[in-house]
């Protein structure tokens, strides 16, 4: 191993050709033996290629070359003879696809690495370099001529260096720019911008030494590398790892890997592989290939993975079950660690990994987290998170630079690192390297992330990426995963792209969401592509309240990196440089051609005047289905009700009521009801149950859900629309309705609601969920349920402790009212504690009470709730007669397993979340066998609303799924 005192790369080329390890190189299709080269071997083949290179004309010792080669082979052998030569190497990344941006990546190449000389072969020249008028290239061909002529005259060779010469360092004569540079990274930065990352010898090794201590390589260790080398943690992690350990490695092409996952591990067996890399998105590949064989089958008989000890992992989040199930299938093949998985945080500029999570999945799993955290940073590296409002900021007020240099904990910021594995400057982009480190050098990563008050990393997102509508910010990879994980049909899985997009033409216009994907459909199925769109759009808006631009784009427009990831900033250029402009137009045709011939259109006045209504209400203009059920567009329960009032204007309805909307799922059932109501008046007989998600009948077992206290059920509306497999049903209390009287004890309010759920589902097991209030009821039902000796198989409640009856004596007409304005969003929680007072400083009527709290929110706002002085009246009556109820409930009796999913509570009830948790939840304990917990974002009123929904229901179906639903 290579001391600290000979801090150049070259040593770890004579040290470990000292050793017995060599290189494994295999060759394409793995038909055949690898070529095994020694790094003693090696270190005599790059002499020789190193004293050709220094014989050509184009050659200027202390200058740049750029690598270009497709095999792993061809790119080590040249890497090191260019450092032998006295140069300074930079491998060269794929390049894209089309002619412009081929001609832009040289011509930056160029520029910034001050007119390398390129390496590469005939073959390639032809092939990758059509384009090229600025960079010399010279093909090395000949350079095999040259080897033979060493081995016959040795004084050919004038590279100046032996293999038998370990102590031998290049000389210090290249240009006052590139001195300790060891090499240079470029990075994949948009429209073909690379920027040159100077990686410093001191640093590589500073590095090499800290990724040890993540991942102790065992003395007769092997490691096995299929990215390409261009890649900084396959060169620095990888190639250069196993020479400073003085270990084999073993060197294969990606494509071998990824078409063969089974192989893949055949792989690691007959090397007996200590450590490979594995992004989430192949460990994902490898679970699927691994589920489908049978236990035993002889394809798994041969493979002895005992060897293995690190399947480091980055590039993307690791999802925590795929990590969970992939250890579990192989320690079936001999694996012994149970944390075998090591996901990491890396970048170009600190040498790829230095910050490891070395406890994964099983810290994790215990704490119910959907993908997994970052860890520690090793030894050389130190982060902080910098506040988002100054994270950019050079000159800093003198009082704000203690929280700067101390940090923040458990808040979202911007990432920065410090030590000796950060790099120190990128080439020829003084401005870039400028903005990238702050005042007290700390380098900006561009990462939105945050630690906790035990010093794990969890990151949150690119700063550069989020997406911004409305002042509401976004994260692309949240939109992204919610797509996916609507497994919608011709969606290529894991070829979907987000980001924020303006309408070029209407610079005035604000911005977007657009989503680029790559259909699986043909190009003209017409009706797959619609399909998609609706999928799509209707996924969007439940995450973001936002419908999305969509473009779907045949196989090979979406290029994917080495580490198997999108560039979204390269996408966007794509779309903004119009090169996607075909596909948008036929695209538009295609759809505009299937609307026309396959959307049922209004057939009378009612149904022409919900249409606009409904288009008015969504702000789209296209032509919508009065078939098409309305909560499967995508309605969000603030749109609903805004629809409610305009119905209720344009048809003279003195009170349209929601359950109208809600029981006549289309526009066409809609407009039939509302001609009958305008001719009765009669909403006809109650009934409890309402069907929240039209779509999920009969596919997996239902969710109920239970309202709470002020007995509203559209809260509900979003979450229910996150599960299009499963049936969701809620329970709406009674009087809302012209007629219908409030219940008043509980008895008759439960057996309305066990009637109601027997009607639709006779049968367990049950899910059931009760928000606040109703966690009591889904409680006391699951008590009957389970006594009849049905299996309740999921209970939640969300926020609400078991006993309630002191909260319940608090509250009367007048405290319920200013509850349903907060939860309105009228007004805020300190303006409430204010007008409580006031309502009960004099004899206020109820009807003046009402008057003052809608004047509160401006009339838009109102509007848009559809909030009528009648209408809150009415709500007012139906909350305080459940209030009431929970006036002398007790809890009692005991149900088998109970999840409680708790948030910020309110100020009169706890003062923090620890003393809510601690104090408070805590008693559900004596009332169900297995209670677990879930701490989730937001507050009483806000946890499922539109903001923390996004991660709420993931959350919940996590839940759900380690319930066996």
């Known amino acids: 191993m290579a001391t600290s005192a000979e801090l150049n790369i070259l040593s770890l080329l004579t040290q470990s050709a000292l050793s017995s390890a060599c290189i494994k190189f295999y060759p394409k299709g793995c038909n055949y033996p690898p070529l095994e080269v020694s790094y003693s071997e090696l270190l005599d083949i790059s002499s020789k290629k190193a004293a050709w290179l220094r014989q050509q004309d184009s050659f200027r010792e202390g200058s740049i070359t750029l690598i270009h080669f497709k095999s792993h082979l061809d790119n080590i052998i040249w890497f090191w003879a260019s450092i032998i030569a006295g140069n300074v190497p930079a491998l060269s990344p794929p390049l894209v696809n089309t002619s412009e941006g081929r001609h832009a990546h040289f011509q930056h190449l160029w520029r910034i690495l001050e007119n390398p000389l390129v390496l590469t072969s005939e073959s390639l020249i032809r092939d990758d370099f059509v384009e090229n008028d600025a960079l010399f290239v010279i093909p090395v061909e000949s350079s095999a001529e040259f080897d033979l002529d060493c081995a016959t005259d040795p004084a050919k060779n004038r590279s100046g260096i032996s293999h038998f010469n370990t102590n031998y360092t290049v000389e210090s004569n290249t240009r006052s720019q590139l001195k300790g540079i060891a090499t240079l990274a470029l990075t994949s930065g948009s429209s073909g911008h690379s920027k040159a990352v100077c990686l410093g010898h001191e640093q590589i090794f500073a590095s090499l030494r800290g990724k040890l201590t993540a991942a102790p390589i065992p003395e007769n260790g092997c490691l096995l590398n299929w990215i390409g080398l261009d890649h900084v943690a396959s060169l620095v992690e990888m190639h250069l790892l196993a020479m400073f350990t003085c270990v084999t490695q073993v060197q294969i092409q990606a494509v071998e890997v990824l078409s063969n996952p089974l192989g893949f591990l055949h792989l690691l067996s007959e090397n007996k592989v200590s450590m490979t890399f594995a992004p989430d998105f192949f460990l994902a590949r490898l679970l699927g290939t691994l ?51 090591i996901p990491g945080f890396g970048m170009t500029e600190i040498c790829a990994g230095g910050i490891f999570n070395k406890n994964f999945p099983a810290i994790d799993k215990k704490i119910m987290r959907e993908f997994g955290v970052l860890g520690e940073p090793v030894p050389g590296l130190k982060m902080r998170i910098s506040p988002l409002e100054r994270g950019n900021t050079r000159a ?36 870039a390297t400028k903005q990238s480190f702050t005042s007290d050098g700390w380098f900006q990563t561009g990462d939105l992330a945050k630690i906790d008050t035990q010093g794990q990393l969890y990151l949150e997102g690119r700063l550069k990426e989020l997406i911004n509508i409305n002042s509401v910010k976004y994260l692309p990879y949240e939109i992204e ?29 604000p911005e977007m969401i657009y989503v680029v994907y790559q259909q699986q459909y043909d190009w003209d199925d017409i009706k797959a592509r619609f399909n998609a769109l609706h999928a799509i759009v209707r996924t969007v808006v439940l995450v973001t309240s936002s419908r999305p631009q969509v473009l779907p784009l045949p196989a090979g427009c979406l290029q994917k990196t080495s580490l198997g990831k999108l560039s979204r900033p390269k996408i966007r250029s794509a779309l903004v440089e119009g090169k996607w402009q075909e596909h948008e137009h036929v695209n538009e045709k295609e759809l505009a051609a299937y609307r026309n011939e396959n959307l049922t259109v209004p057939s009378n006045k009612t149904e022409e005047k919900l249409v606009t209504l409904f288009q008015e209400a969504l702000g789209v203009d296209v032509e919508m289905d009065v078939d098409m059920p309305i909560l499967d567009t995508g309605i969000s329960s603030v749109e609903l009700m805004r629809l409610k009032r305009v119905v209720e204007l344009s048809f003279n309805i003195e009170e349209l009521p929601m359950i109208i909307i809600l029981t006549n799922t289309t526009i066409r059932s809609l407009a039939e009801a509302i001609h009958k109501l305008q001719g009765s008046q009669n909403v006809g007989e109650y009934k409890p149950v309402v069907t929240l998600q039209p779509n999920g009948e009969g596919s997996k077992v239902p969710l109920w859900l239970f309202h709470p206290g002020v007995g509203e059920i559209l809260i509900f509306l979003g979450l229910a629309q996150h599960f299009p497999d499963r049936p969701v049903y809620a329970f709406r209390p009674r009087g809302f309705n012209p007629g219908e009287k409030p219940f008043h004890n509980q008895e008759d309010l439960l057996e309305a609601y066990y009637r109601g759920l027997k009607e639709k589902q006779p049968k367990g097991p049950y899910a059931m969920a009760g928000y606040s209030y109703g966690s009591v009821l889904a409680f006391e039902l699951s008590k009957r349920l389970e006594a009849e000796g049905e299996t309740v198989q999921f209970l939640a409640s969300f926020n609400l402790p078991p006993h309630i009856k002191q909260r319940m004596r608090t509250l009367d007409w007048t405290a319920g009212l200013i509850h349903i304005a907060h939860f309105c969003d009228i007004i805020s929680q300190e303006r409430a504690d204010k007008l409580n007072s006031e309502l009960r400083s004099g004899e206020i009527s109820h009807r003046d009470q009402i008057a003052t709290v809608l004047a509160e929110s401006e009339p838009e706002r109102t509007a848009r709730l559809g909030l009528t002085p009648q209408s809150l009246f009415t709500w007012v009556n139906v909350a305080l007669s459940l209030q009431k109820i929970g006036w002398t409930y007790d809890p009692s009796g005991m149900v088998s397993r109970m999840d409680i999913f708790y948030c910020q509570p309110l100020k009169d009830v706890a003062s923090s979340r620890e003393e809510y948790r601690n104090d408070k939840l805590n008693h559900w304990t004596d009332f169900a066998r297995d209670v677990k917990y879930h701490e989730v974002g937001g507050e009483h009123y806000t946890m499922i609303g539109p903001e923390h929904l996004p991660k709420f229901q993931q959350t919940l179906k996590r839940v759900m799924a380690a319930r066996g639903l």
């Open 396 to 431: 800093l007020e003198e009082n704000k630079d203690l929280e700067r240099k101390s940090g923040l904990i458990n808040e979202v910021g911007q990432l920065e690192v410090q030590g000796p594995i950060v790099f120190s400057r990128y080439l020829n982009d003084q401005e």
């Open 291 to 341: 589920d489908q064989i049978p236990p035993g089958d002889h394809c798994l008989k041969d493979i002895d993975l005992s060897h293995l000890q690190f399947l480091t992992s980055g590039g993307e989040l690791n999802n925590v079950d795929t990590g969970f199930r992939v250890i579990e299938h192989l320690r079936q093949l001999g694996v012994k660690p149970a944390n075998l998985i």
């Open 481 to 509: 995963d919610a797509i996916e994980a609507a497994r919608i049909p011709g969606v290529e899985p894991s070829f979907i792209a987000c980001f924020s997009h303006r309408n070029l033409e209407s610079p005035t216009s």
